[in-house]
Structures are given as structure tokens and as C-alpha cells.
């Protein structure tokens, strides 16, 4: 299957199905990448279309997850995480047609894990009352993406710190599911916390393979950040340090993270 294909088949398909139908088995070429395709929004059913500023619902509080209803919900909003870092993932092949097919190839494997992610949590919501659809879901991942204007940008913006972040998010919500006695969705965040460093582990990679010679990893992360994204913004409250450092971040690179404030610099501070 033409790599350009998977990516039209993910973001320009309007039903959950086909957006999430697996292509594992697929002998995967990249002969045709066709011309730059930027698309404002992806195609998605109206039940699931990005709902105005504000009118989707919060991540429930850690101690709210004792009512099952509230799980729910925080399995439907991170249904939608995924299923937007998925489209996001399209839209970088789709809008970077020339880029390396290694990094291309290793993308179609990255989205293979986030179509999973999504329909794990499509279906713990639905076992715990929710259908996927029946709250407003927001926008943010995809309208962080689309200051991204280069592969670069994708890598320290969405790997790095999104999927980022998601390495503290994950565990700290396995704890939470945990102390309220659901063990089958704090499994599922385990599962997530273990692809995840993987996940980093390539954007990580990419980062070091296309950043100019003489940046430091940290110097390219930085300055292909586009405000509001900052470094702050990869992690989250219970800092995992040895799930950055299996991720292949250098110890440097950890401690900079670990301390950085929200100081942006003077071209940060306009939206990019």
C-alpha cells in the first residue's frame, strides 16, 4: 500500500472505521508521495467534529475517577487525543511529502499503535456507559500542529512534547484508575506508558538525524518549538526521569527539561 494512501485513508475518511482500520499486513511503498497537501481541519462525522472553545469537557480530577461515569469521560477524551495525534501524524505525511522514507515508513508504524490507542479507548468508554461521539471533543493537538513547517517542527512538537508529556500523563492516570479499583484501565495505561517511549524514542531520533549540524538535542527541540508549545509542556506533575532515559534523552537533556520554566523568549512570545 502507497504510504500516501494510508495518510488520505486516516484524515480524509469521515468515519471512525476506516479512520482506525488496521493496515499491518500491508507491504508498504512510497513511490508516489504526490504534491504537499495541507488541509485546515481533518474529515471526521458530525458526532465527532472539534467543538467550539471551551464546550468539550475537562480531564475528570484524579479523585472524581471513583464514579465510573467520569472514567468514562476520561476514556473519551483521550480517545480523541489519540485519535487527533493519529491525524496530525497524516497531516505531517500528507504536507511533507519529500521527507526521508525511512522517516515515513517508521511513521505508518507509530500511526498503527495510535489506531490502537484510539479503539482501547473507544471501547473502555463504551463497557463504562459512553459511546465515542456523545460528548463535544476538543481541538487542541491539531490546532498546535498546524504551526508546524517542517518535519523538524513535527518531531520536537508532537513526539517530543505531546507523546512527551504523555509519558507522566499515563502513569499518573494508571495510579488514579488504580486507586479507584478499576485495574482494566490502568492496565490500559501501562500499555499506552510503554509505546509511548517508544514513540519518543523516534521522534528523538529524527530529531538528532534532520537537526543542523551543531545544535545540541536540546537547542533543536527548543528552537523548533512554536509558542504556546515550550518545554514545559513535555511532562507532566510526577516527572518520569528513567522512562525519559529508556527513551534515549541524554542525562543533560532530562536534567533541562526537568527544570525548565515558562520563560519564552522574545519571538515565542508571538503566536507562531
Not at 37 to 43: D, I
Not at 72 to 86: K, P, R, S, T, Y
Not at 176 to 195: C, K, P, Q, T, Y
Request: hydrophobic share 40%; net charge negative.
Amino acid at each position: 500500500m502507497e504510504i500516501r494512501a494510508f495518510a488520505e485513508q486516516v484524515l480524509l475518511s469521515p468515519d471512525i472505521e476506516t479512520k482506525l482500520l488496521s493496515r499491518s499486513a500491508e507491504v508498504w511503498t512510497d513511490e508516489q508521495p504526490g504534491p504537499e497537501l495541507r488541509v485546515t481541519e481533518p474529515t471526521r462525522t458530525p458526532q465527532l467534529q472539534f467543538a467550539p472553545r471551551r464546550t468539550a469537557p475537562g480531564m475528570p480530577s484524579p479523585g472524581a475517577l471513583q464514579s465510573p461515569e467520569k472514567r468514562a469521560i476520561a476514556h473519551h477524551i483521550m480517545a480523541n487525543h489519540e485519535l487527533q495525534a493519529l491525524e496530525v501524524m497524516a497531516w505531517t505525511l500528507l504536507a511533507f511529502p519529500h521527507a526521508p522514507y525511512e522517516f515515513r515508513r517508521g511513521m505508518v508504524a507509530v500511526m498503527a499503535d495510535e489506531q490502537r490507542h484510539t479503539r482501547m479507548h473507544i471501547e473502555r468508554a463504551a463497557k463504562l456507559g459512553l459511546v465515542f461521539g456523545s460528548l463535544p471533543v476538543n481541538c487542541y493537538i491539531w490546532k498546535k500542529a498546524m504551526s508546524f513547517t517542517s518535519v523538524l517542527d513535527y518531531v520536537a512538537g508532537l513526539p517530543l512534547v505531546f507523546e512527551g508529556a504523555n509519558l507522566d500523563h499515563s502513569l499518573e492516570l494508571a495510579d488514579a484508575f488504580s486507586a479507584a479499583g478499576d485495574e482494566r484501565s490502568a492496565a490500559l495505561m501501562r500499555v499506552i506508558h510503554r509505546d509511548e517511549i517508544e514513540h519518543v524514542r523516534f521522534g528523538l531520533e529524527w530529531l538528532r538525524k534532520l537537526k543542523p549540524e551543531g545544535l545540541s538535542d536540546w537547542e533543536a527541540f527548543d528552537r523548533h518549538l512554536h509558542w504556546p508549545l515550550r518545554p514545559t509542556k513535555a511532562r507532566g506533575d510526577v516527572f518520569q526521569r528513567e522512562a525519559r532515559l529508556q527513551a534515549g534523552f541524554t542525562p543533560e537533556f532530562v536534567d533541562h527539561l526537568e527544570i525548565a520554566i515558562d520563560e519564552p523568549s522574545d519571538d515565542a512570545r508571538t503566536p507562531g
